[in-house]
């Protein structure tokens, strides 16, 4: 090729990119994909990713606590084959790709589609870690494996702690809409958003969107599930261990918390983003077992207009198909370093954590020897935290007949003694038991490699219609009033049925007596 014909192919490249529309781009094959802000080249061969694609502007100078304003535009073609930063949080993970900053609005796609018009069903992922740590770029939440299952896999970042959930009456006054605390979760609107209008340039269906998470991830879909601004973004929700209709403190309640931040807001927008992590610390979360927490979602009257309990319960939810379910001791984690160790400790925390209610508490959660303690500790927190919340939002489901498929995670991973945890079902789901957490591998063997490949199926297949039957997996019954049905994943996926524990009627009169 001479240098005439050099330059008038370069010429043709840069029209090619220019003129494309984000769903008329050039084949996914050249790993070129073209957003509204511009072209980006990703890698990969069977699957292609594109990472750290911003879908906001940075939220930093004027804009920290602000919402989500749009991202800047480039020319030619931006590199995708790097994670871009992630939020502002304690250092829980040291395996966390990319590095940290406030510049962190931005998002990591994985495709099995070859070109942009093969429609393939699209998960969101939304991580958790208490609305203070985590990222999409964790290698847990790699989407390789998803995606090879004919997917197209997106995980974002958004705003955490102080930065993402801070309410402050100047910020309130400032506000259009006179609220303030939920930028995080506007973050997350903000990238389903960019998901409608850009992802069939990775060859996704913008009408065939599942938003999944876990922990904290769940609970803001589950808010997102009730917000106005959310409404179109999606179709299916998976919910992995989720806390819901839990008590939640005011906007006011909220303000006051960030009062102790700081009075000025000017001056804290001045303040490096990583002072928070300390002043988070030195102030704490403010919450116990049946209280709400103070650097959480925050029912500000416009992101979040009423608590979730008075949403579900009047029909004002985004009424999607729904995989939702927990893991067999999803308290022990949480519980195992109290210093609670004797019967006698043990009742004055039930009786302190349930005011007024005491006795009836104390029935509920009633232990006659020491040795029952530690265990009695996580099913009380398993069950204000999420066995309680995810049968009254099945409830829901029920009273208004959407459709909703209920899982049990049972596995002992590596045949260990211990039963999983919070947490410990976030490498099945995405099929990555290799990957690192907290800074090292754990061990697996065979049967966990079937049981992640099984619910692995599950979830996209979940995705792609709305159900999770299919493929050898034994008849997983949506939920129905009569049997409470459910999908066990053991160290083969069984289904059972039932649905009760001794404490959560208790926890449901309680939290609904407290609302009055």
């Not at 847990?140 to 955490?160: E, F, M």
Request: hydrophobic share 40%.
């Amino acid at each position: 090729m001479n240098t005439a014909q050099a330059i008038l192919t370069g010429l043709s490249s840069v029209l090619l990119v220019a003129c494309a529309t984000p769903s008329s781009g050039p084949k996914l094959a050249d790993n070129l994909a073209v957003t509204e802000s511009g072209a980006v080249r990703g890698d990969g061969a069977e699957v292609k990713r594109f990472l750290g694609i911003p879908y906001a502007a940075a939220p930093t100078g004027n804009l920290r606590w602000k919402p989500p304003q749009p991202a800047a535009s480039w020319s030619g073609e931006r590199p995708a084959t790097s994670f871009g930063d992630y939020c502002v949080q304690p250092q829980e993970y040291p395996e966390q790709r990319g590095a940290m900053s406030e510049d962190c609005l931005n998002l990591n796609v994985w495709t099995a589609a070859k070109q942009a018009n093969e429609k393939l069903p699209v998960i969101v992922w939304i991580h958790g870690g208490g609305f203070a740590y985590g990222s999409g770029s964790h290698p847990s939440y790699d989407g390789q494996s998803l995606a090879s299952r004919g997917a197209v896999v997106v995980t974002i970042n958004y705003r955490l702690g102080l930065l993402g959930f801070m309410a402050h009456p100047q910020l309130t006054a400032e506000s259009p809409n006179a609220a303030s605390g939920d930028y995080g979760l506007m973050d997350q609107i903000a990238a389903l958003k960019w998901v409608q209008r850009n992802i069939a340039a990775f060859g996704g269906d913008a009408s065939n969107v599942t938003i999944m998470g876990q922990s904290a991830g769940a609970h803001a879909i589950s808010a997102v599930m009730t917000s106005d601004l959310a409404q179109g973004t999606f179709h299916k929700a998976i919910l992995q261990s989720v806390g819901v209709m839990r008590p939640k403190i005011s906007l006011k309640e909220a303000e006051q918390y960030g009062t102790q931040v700081g009075g000025d807001i000017a001056a804290l927008r001045a303040r490096p983003a990583t002072d928070f992590l300390a002043l988070q610390k030195k102030l704490g979360g403010g919450q116990s077992i049946a209280t709400g927490r103070a650097l959480s979602i925050v029912q500000d009257g416009y992101v979040v207009k009423t608590p979730d309990y008075q949403a579900y319960a009047t029909g004002k939810f985004a009424r999607v198909p729904l995989l939702v379910g927990f893991n067999a001791n999803e308290g022990g984690g949480a519980t195992r370093n109290w210093p609670i160790k004797t019967v006698s400790e043990y009742e004055q925390l039930v009786r302190k954590s349930f005011p007024h209610r005491g006795d009836a508490a104390w029935a509920a959660y009633r232990v006659n020897s020491n040795d029952k303690v530690q265990q009695a500790l996580a099913d009380l927190y398993s069950d204000t935290e999420y066995r309680f919340g995810t049968r009254e939002l099945l409830a829901s489901y029920l009273q208004y007949g959407v459709r909703s498929y209920r899982y049990v995670f049972t596995r002992h991973r590596n045949e260990a003694a211990a039963a999983p945890i919070h947490g410990d079902e976030l490498q099945y789901g995405f099929d990555n038991l290799n990957a690192q957490h907290r800074g090292k591998n754990r061990p697996y063997n065979e049967t966990d490699s079937k049981v992640a490949q099984t619910m692995a199926d599950a979830w996209v297949r979940f995705a792609r219609t709305g159900d999770p039957n299919g493929q050898g997996l034994p008849t997983w019954q949506p939920d129905n009033a009569a049997q409470r049905p459910y999908m066990e994943f053991a160290n083969v996926a069984r289904p059972g049925a039932g649905y009760d524990w001794p404490g959560i009627n208790f926890v449901r009169d309680y939290f609904a007596a407290e609302r009055r």
